[in-house]
């Protein structure tokens, strides 16, 4: 157990600016907090806080993020609140304890190992703050050390599966190999004890066998470069047993030389000295073909940069040689952590890192301190994704900006088509709202439900907008169908005639269609007229005179047919946007006597039978439609009022309360006018039908904040 003042002296020796009062106050604090609880191992819990903060002491990390470590588990597992923290340790410490509590929570959250991938994306998502991430891989390292003790097989392996798939690429990711290496192996110790097992024993035996043959590697390759003059200091470094197995299942291969197991590493202070002693060592030992990679110059992408060669070397041994400065090896080894230490001359940095880390260091060169430097040391990692949940916990990546339709399409193209609601974090919430990371989205379907075409409008993903689209689309052609057939069977019978989809197989080329259906479409869409099309099918209808006898005649041959003619169209199942819209100048509304005109290309604007916009198409009659309302509607229409509101206090909010009061929601709200004593608005209202809007009116003109209201006409 490290004792305070240990604790306290590590810290002090890298970090000066230590807030020593602080870190024993924490250390105290999490001692207390945790109290009588108990790891799996038997040991007092807080002896795991104290090994986390332990191990980040080690990579050298700041005193908040050692205070952090002292507290990470507090709000999760003791009585202790982030209030509370905030007030003994201020903002950042408690922001920092929140960061961890979040991924902790995170992680409880799910079977993540399936979407290890998206889970990564997450965690570093959601780590606004590096040190975050860096205390919650502390935390989970010092979980692995003492994976042993937790007695339940099933959970020891999911942990080990978690840390394999999840929290050693993460390190690897911020470029800490150290910790990637012990993470890794420790859970492939858990994972396959057999397979690691025989890979130690394969290791043992090349040990016994080899007999010194790399401390004299070493050596030799110290001399040469010394002879050549170049100082370097040169280490061997096996691979870990995990690395080695992987190696060997993905090429099936077996370790039989010390190049499969062992590299080489030459540390040297300079850029150019690197070149020079790979200059040295090519031209002492043979070249191994295809082995050379230069990541100096064009680094990897996670920030690593070394040469690499292979080289028949000293003992006529097959060896791989990594060379680069020290620098660049510290930060192989450590990372992201290591740059806490290079702080002071970070302005070595030639900026080909990871894009993020080059912000870090960009920040770090402007910043006048550590503090502000820590301030800003936000991660811009995947500010353009949003990782949320589905209620089983499964992690639903989408692109930012997202909504609960996109999340409803991303998990099954079905869930998206009926999706009706949706819960976010288990409260109801517009289909429209923007999600965040982390949020937990219940979809709630329909059966009944089809995609509506406003989703298009905020829809981000490109597979909801395609089925949207697909969906308008044939959904459309469905409706200028049943459109089309009304149109014509009413032209038909104007005539006198009987419609059937048959009369129309001998003109659709005429009209150049490819079948019968596309025509009736057409005439759905406004293409065409009815009369148009019956004029084609019987050339013998020249002359509006004869047309009117016929329908006379027709109307008097039989009373049946006539009153089957007069039948309006109903505007039953039509969507409004697709085939029909309601007109924007005169808002019809279910109760209104309402008139059809078919607009090409459009499919039907309904208007009011009074609208004065009706004029302008007194000429042409043959667009005129006779529809009327599904009473069976209960979708909301729009009606607009025209109002004049005297210009005093607490008149707006009179007119607002009158409306509400009477079931309207106020949809959009203009001032057209404003003088000394009045304005004039134009108010759009959700309504149920005409007499819904009626009422209003009249509650309205009962107000005597209101001059005047009616409804808007044209
Ligand atoms: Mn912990």
Not at 135 to 144: G, P
Not at 181 to 209: C, G, I, K, T, Y
Not at 525 to 547: M, N, Y
Request: hydrophobic share 40%; glycine share 6%; aromatic share 6%.
């Amino acid at each position: 157990m490290i004792r305070q003042f240990e604790l306290l002296e590590r810290v002090k020796a890298y970090d000066p600016a230590l807030d020593e009062d602080a870190l024993n106050r924490a250390y105290v604090f999490s001692m207390k907090a945790h109290g009588q609880q108990k790891r799996a191992s038997g040991d007092p819990y807080f002896l795991h806080p104290l090994e986390v903060a332990g191990i980040l002491t080690n990579m050298k990390l700041d005193s908040a993020s050692i205070i952090t470590a002292l507290l990470h588990d507090t709000v999760e597992d003791t009585l202790a609140t982030l209030d509370e923290i905030e007030k003994l340790f201020g903002q950042e410490i408690a922001r920092l304890v929140d960061g961890v509590t979040k991924l902790s929570r995170i992680e409880l959250q799910s079977d993540h190992s399936r979407q290890a991938e998206n889970f990564r994306k997450l965690f570093l998502a959601m780590s606004e703050d590096i040190r975050v991430l860096l205390v919650k891989l502390a935390d989970r390292l010092h979980n692995m050390r003492t994976l042993s003790f937790i007695q339940d097989g099933e959970k020891r392996r999911v942990i080990a599966l978690e840390t394999i798939e999840i929290y050693a690429p993460l390190a690897a990711r911020l470029g800490m190999h150290e910790m990637k290496d012990e993470l890794e192996d420790r859970a492939f110790a858990e994972l396959n004890p057999d397979a690691r097992a025989s890979v130690l024993a394969r290791l043992d035996f090349l040990h016994e066998q080899e007999g010194g043959l790399v401390n004299s590697i070493i050596e030799e390759l110290k001399q040469t470069l010394k002879e050549a003059g170049i100082e370097a200091e040169v280490s061997g470094r096996e691979k870990t047993p995990c690395s080695i197995w992987t190696k060997m299942q993905r090429k099936s291969v077996t370790f039989e030389q010390l190049a499969d197991i062992m590299a080489f590493r030459v540390a040297i202070k300079t850029v150019a000295e690197c070149y020079s002693a790979l200059g040295v060592l090519h031209g002492e030992y043979p070249v191994v073909p295809g082995r050379f990679r230069d990541y100096l110059s064009t680094p990897k992408q996670n920030g690593y940069r070394s040469l690499h060669t292979g080289v028949i070397g000293p003992q006529r041994q097959r060896i791989e040689i990594q060379i680069r400065t020290f620098e660049m090896h510290e930060t192989a080894e450590r990372g992201v952590a290591a740059h806490w230490q290079y702080k002071q001359d970070a302005g070595h940095t030639d900026g080909r890192q990871y894009r993020w880390l080059r912000e870090l260091l960009d920040i770090l060169e402007h910043a006048s301190g550590p503090e502000e430097f820590l301030e800003h040391t936000k991660l811009e990692m995947f500010q353009d994704q949003v990782f949320c949940f589905t209620p089983k916990g499964d992690l639903i990546s989408l692109p930012s900006g997202a909504t609960p339709v996109d999340f409803a399409y991303a998990v099954h193209s079905e869930i998206g088509d009926t999706c009706v609601g949706a819960k976010i974090n288990g409260r109801i919430a517009p289909l429209r709202t923007q999600l965040a990371n982390g949020d937990q989205v219940e979809i709630i379907t329909s059966k009944a439900q089809t995609p509506s075409p406003t989703w298009e409008r905020f829809v981000v993903t490109g597979k909801a907008r395609a089925r949207i689209r697909r969906f308008i689309r044939s959904k459309q052609l469905d409706e200028y169908l049943t459109l089309g057939r009304a149109i014509l069977e009413k032209a038909f019978r104007q005539e006198g005639f009987e419609y059937t989809d048959k009369a129309l197989k001998d003109v659709y080329k005429t009209f150049k269609h490819d079948s019968t259906r596309d025509l009736i479409a057409a005439v759905g869409s406004g293409l065409h007229t009815g009369r148009d099309v019956v004029k084609t099918v019987f050339p013998g209808i020249k002359s509006e005179g004869r047309a009117m006898n016929i329908i006379r005649l027709a109307r008097a041959r039989t009373k049946k047919r006539a009153k089957e003619a007069a039948q309006p169209i109903s505007v039953r199942g039509l969507i409004p946007g697709m085939a029909l819209h309601y007109a924007n100048c005169c808002h019809p509304l279910p109760g209104d006597r309402i008139v059809g005109i078919v607009t090409e290309g459009k499919g039907v604007t309904v208007h009011t039978i009074d609208c004065p916009t009706l004029e302008s198409f007194a000429d042409m009659s043959e667009r005129w439609l006779d529809v009327a309302w599904d009473t069976d509607n209960v979708e909301h229409h729009v009606g607009r009022i025209n109002v004049v509101v005297i210009n005093e206090p607490g008149a707006l909010s009179s007119l607002s309360t009158v409306i509400a009061k009477n079931l309207g929601n106020i949809q959009n709200l203009k001032i057209t006018h404003r003088s000394t004593d009045f304005f004039d608005m134009v108010i759009d209202v959700e309504v149920a039908d005409v007499k819904h809007l009626s009422n209003i009116i009249a509650a309205l003109r009962a107000t005597p904040a209101i001059n005047s209201v009616a409804r808007a006409r044209g």
